[in-house]
């Protein structure tokens, strides 16, 4: 598939939508060809998939990448989040385009969106491309992972007196090996000013409110105290969300696994094991691995993650 001239592709712009009675921060990279979709992670926001849109946009695609409820400029209602929540606002997010057959290419906490919209809307969607995300995971696993993240959880309500205070903070992150003008640019769009300088994009609340329905919270000791106090409702969660039956997605499934660790050995998002389960329970799926981590998965300049997407693309 050859690339759209640059001349015929129109610009990029951004708008808000009203969606479930809450305005959705939208990004459109216009094109005739069949529309994609890009859903980012859990402390993500629409520019986490701009090299996607980007790439996708030159082969003459129509993409749309939007702020999930709760981030960049997007509302951020007091409650209100969940998987529940972002497969609705997804869902109207395709009628409201009139969006026939697109693919959902989705990053991390958007893989389990895509796959639960694909589930309950089985004929809205073509294929789907999940990188990096999906998986089932095991308790203990899920409490690494919160160590992981824990990370990104701390840059969260912080008032930062410059850009540049963020920008060290996040250059010296062992999350982000591989610094970059694209990564750079990318953290700068987190940022939103305040009076007293700039906040990153998402509230910690938010986070919260998304941990709390998977069973999980920004603190660990909030698990298992939860666990103690509330046990029911707790682990009706964390089955809830153990629980995926891959077998009834028959869409064309792409999915991509970093290898590399992001903290610690053995830290990945997407173990192998639940990368392998996806692969033989979803009756369309193929997956390939990548030679990077969790975050460059996203921003690293790599060949085989480019050349596997725009092939499946081009294919389904």
Same mark, same amino acid.
């Given at each position: ?41 859990? $402390? ?20 749309? $990448? ?13 409650? $209100? ?20 057959? $697109?693919?959902?290419? @989705?990053?991390? =906490? ?164 639940? =990368? ?8 369309? @799926? ?21 050349? @596997? ?8």
């Amino acid at each position: 598939m050859k690339a759209v001239p640059r001349e015929k592709l129109k610009k990029h712009y951004e708008e808000n939508v009203l969606i479930n009675g809450i305005n959705i921060h939208i990004g459109i990279w216009p094109g005739k060809k069949r529309p994609i979709l890009c859903l980012h992670g859990l $402390s993500g926001n629409l520019y986490s998939m701009e090299t996607f849109a980007n790439l996708l946009n030159k082969k003459g695609h129509k993409v749309i $990448s939007y702020d999930l409820r709760g981030r960049g400029h997007s509302d951020k209602p007091k409650g $209100s989040y969940g998987f529940n929540h972002h497969i609705e606002d997804l869902q109207k997010i395709i009628q409201h385009y009139k969006l026939k057959n $697109s693919i959902i290419l @989705a990053h991390s =906490f958007g893989c389990m969106i895509a796959l639960r919209h694909t589930l309950k809307y089985p004929n809205q969607t073509k294929a789907l491309i999940l990188m990096d995300g999906g998986g089932l995971l095991t308790l203990p696993k899920r409490i690494q992972i919160l160590k992981v993240l824990k990370q990104s959880f701390e840059r969260l309500d912080v008032v930062y007196n410059s850009q540049s205070d963020y920008i060290n903070l996040v250059k010296n992150s062992p999350l982000v090996p591989k610094w970059s003008k694209k990564i750079h640019d990318y953290f700068i769009k987190e940022l939103h000013k305040v009076q007293n300088g700039f906040v990153c994009h998402m509230p910690k609340f938010v986070m919260e409110e998304e941990l709390k329905e998977m069973g999980g919270s920004i603190h660990l000791w909030k698990v298992f105290l939860n666990l103690i106090l509330h046990p029911i409702n707790t682990m009706k969660r964390m089955k809830e969300n153990k629980r995926l039956d891959f077998e009834s997605i028959k869409t064309p499934t792409l999915v991509l696994r970093a290898n590399q660790m992001n903290l610690f050995p053995n830290d990945d998002l997407l173990p192998k094991e639940s =990368f392998l389960e996806i692969l033989k329970r979803i009756p369309n @799926a193929s997956g390939i691995e990548i030679n990077t981590n969790h975050y460059g998965i996203l921003f690293d300049n790599l060949k085989k993650r480019d050349n @596997a997407i725009v092939q499946f693309t081009e294919k389904h």
